[in-house]
Antibody, heavy 118, light 112 residues
Framework: QVRLQESGPGLVKPSETLSLTCFVSGGSISGFYWGWIRQPPGKGLEWVGY???????NYNPSLKSRVTISIDASKNQFSLNVDSVTAADTAVYFC????????????WGPGTLVTVSS | QSALTQPPSASGSPGQSVTISCTGTSSDVGRFNYVSWYQQHPGKAPKLMIYEVNERPSGVPDRFSGSKSGNTASLTVSGLQAEDEADYYCSSYGGGNNFYVFFGGGTKLTVL
């Protein structure tokens, strides 16, 4: 059974970079799309982006200028960086495995709350 | 980017059926047969319930079904049970050939 676990700081200062890593266990990271989805407190889900092995990456156009997703197959993990964060980036961040051509997410991590505050 | 439109709430009594709608455009729901539905209980990660409009992942009860007509997709929950009370989100490919993923705003399903 594939398992995902997010890791990273729970508090980030405004204007700094939010960095999260998702560790994948129970299966290989190769051959699948992997994504990030976030959920501000009390609000709905927002797709951040997804990555396939290396070279095929897609980002939410509203975040594209500030977001970088990368993958390290040798460590079975993938990462998210969000630059120049503001309070609006405060959210629970989920990593997930994509399926059906990356149109949906069939395995999710438990999520990690990242708060942007000074 | 445009989010998909869902009603904020829906409700039904145990044993009844309830349908939740998800309205998009001809660029997303209407264009692609890649509509998915997720169930989310408080404090938990979303769970995939339906993909590709009407396909159920292994382990999802057949009480959950999906459909699509034009730019509107629907999730029907039959034989409502107390544990079905949760937030439900639809999602779809969109953005033309950019293959972005859009989510709906979510629907709170209450089992009366």
């Amino acid at each position: 059974q594939v398992r995902l676990q997010e890791s990273g700081p729970g508090l980030v200062k405004p204007s700094e970079t939010l960095s999260l890593t998702c560790f994948v266990s129970g299966g290989s990271i190769s051959g699948f799309y992997w994504g990030w989805i976030r959920q501000p407190p009390g609000k709905g889900l927002e797709w951040v982006g997804y990555v396939f092995n290396s070279g095929s990456i897609n980002y939410n156009p509203s975040l594209k200028s500030r977001v970088t997703i990368s993958i390290d197959a040798s460590k079975n993990q993938f990462s998210l960086n969000v630059d120049s964060v503001t309070a609006a980036d405060t959210a629970v961040y989920f990593c997930a495995r994509a399926a059906s051509g990356a149109s949906c997410f069939d395995h999710w991590g438990p999520g990690t709350l990242v708060t942007v505050s000074s | 980017q445009s989010a998909l439109t869902q009603p904020p709430s829906a409700s039904g009594s145990p044993g009844q059926s309830v349908t939740i709608s998800c309205t998009g455009t001809s660029s997303d729901v209407g264009r692609f047969n890649y509509v998915s539905w997720y169930q989310q209980h408080p404090g938990k990660a979303p769970k995939l319930m339906i993909y590709e409009v009407n396909e159920r992942p292994s382990g999802v009860p057949d009480r959950f079904s999906g459909s699509k007509s034009g730019n509107t997709a629907s999730l029907t929950v039959s034989g409502l049970q107390a544990e079905d009370e949760a937030d439900y989100y639809c999602s779809s490919y969109g953005g033309g050939n950019n293959f972005y993923v859009f989510f709906g705003g979510g629907t709170k399903l209450t089992v009366l």
